[in-house]
C-alpha cells in the first residue's frame, strides 16, 4: 500500500523568495516519487522524479527535491519564485517495479501555490 | 516527439447518456493509463492498458471501461452517466516496463460536464 501526504493545502509566497512545498509518502515498496504541477485548465507536466539514483533531484524550472527516507519527506524547493510558477503541485509516489509489471500512480492532494507580485 | 493527445477537450452530457473518451500516447508508449480529477477526491486511477490487456483498475463501478487498440491508442466509455461523473479525465502513457527509467507523461485531459 502506499500514501501520500502534501502538507499544505496553499502556499503563498512573495515573488522572488524561496519556496517550500513538502510532502511525505509511506510506500510498502521502494518507491518511485515525482513532483507534478498543473496551471490551471491545463494536463500535469513533470517537475522532477527520484528513483533513487541520487537523493538532491534537479527538475525543470530551477525546482529540486530532496528524498530523505529517515523522514519519509521528498520536500520540493526553489531558491527564487516566479509569477509564472503559480500553479498546483503534486506528490506522486509509485512502486518501483522492474520488468514488466504495472504500477500506478498515487497522487497527494495537491498545493496551491501563489505568487504575490 | 508529439505529446499525449486528448479528444475531445470539452463535453457536456446529460444524464443517463454514455460518452466515450479516447487518447493517443506518445509514439513508441505501450502503457496507457487513465484518472478522474474532481475538486473533493482529487486525482484517482481508473485503470490502466498495456498491449490491449487491462493490467490493473481502480476503485471504480463498472460504468467504467476502457480499451486500447493495437496502435497503442485507448479509449475509455462511461455509461449511464450521473452528475458526480463531472470530473477531468487525463490520461497518461508510458513506456509500461516499469523501472526506474519509466514515467508516465500525461494528456491535456477532457473536461466531461453531466447536466
Known amino acids: 500500500a502506499q500514501s501520500v501526504t502534501q502538507l499544505d493545502s496553499h502556499v503563498s509566497v512573495s515573488e522572488g523568495t524561496p519556496v517550500l512545498l513538502r510532502c511525505n509518502y509511506s510506500?510498502?515498496?521502494?518507491?518511485?516519487l515525482f513532483w507534478y504541477v498543473q496551471h490551471p485548465n491545463k494536463g500535469l507536466q513533470l517537475l522532477l522524479k527520484y528513483t533513487s539514483a541520487a537523493t538532491l533531484v534537479k527538475g525543470i524550472n530551477g525546482f529540486e527535491a530532496e528524498f530523505k527516507k529517515s523522514e519519509t519527506s521528498f520536500h520540493l524547493t526553489k531558491p527564487s519564485a516566479h509569477m509564472s510558477d503559480a500553479a498546483e503541485y503534486f506528490c506522486v509516489v509509485s512502486p518501483k517495479l522492474s520488468g514488466a509489471g504495472s504500477y500506478q500512480l498515487t497522487f497527494g492532494k495537491g498545493t496551491k501555490l501563489s505568487v504575490i507580485p | 516527439k508529439a505529446g499525449v493527445t486528448q479528444t475531445p477537450r470539452y463535453l457536456i452530457k446529460t444524464r443517463g447518456q454514455q460518452v466515450t473518451l479516447s487518447c493517443s500516447p506518445i509514439?513508441?508508449?505501450?502503457?496507457v493509463s487513465w484518472y478522474q480529477q474532481t475538486p473533493g477526491q482529487g486525482l484517482q486511477f481508473l485503470f490502466e492498458?498495456?498491449?490491449?490487456?487491462?493490467?490493473n483498475k481502480g476503485n471504480f463501478p463498472g460504468r467504467f471501461s476502457g480499451r486500447q487498440f493495437s496502435n497503442s491508442r485507448s479509449e475509455m466509455n462511461v455509461s449511464t452517466l450521473e452528475l458526480g461523473d463531472s470530473a477531468l479525465y487525463l490520461c497518461a502513457s508510458s513506456l509500461g516496463f516499469g523501472g526506474s527509467t519509466d514515467t508516465q507523461y500525461f494528456g491535456p485531459g477532457t473536461r466531461l460536464t453531466v447536466l
Open positions: 509514439s513508441g508508449h505501450r502503457s
Open positions: 492498458y498495456f498491449s490491449e490487456t487491462q493490467r
Open positions: 510506500s510498502s515498496y521502494s518507491p518511485s
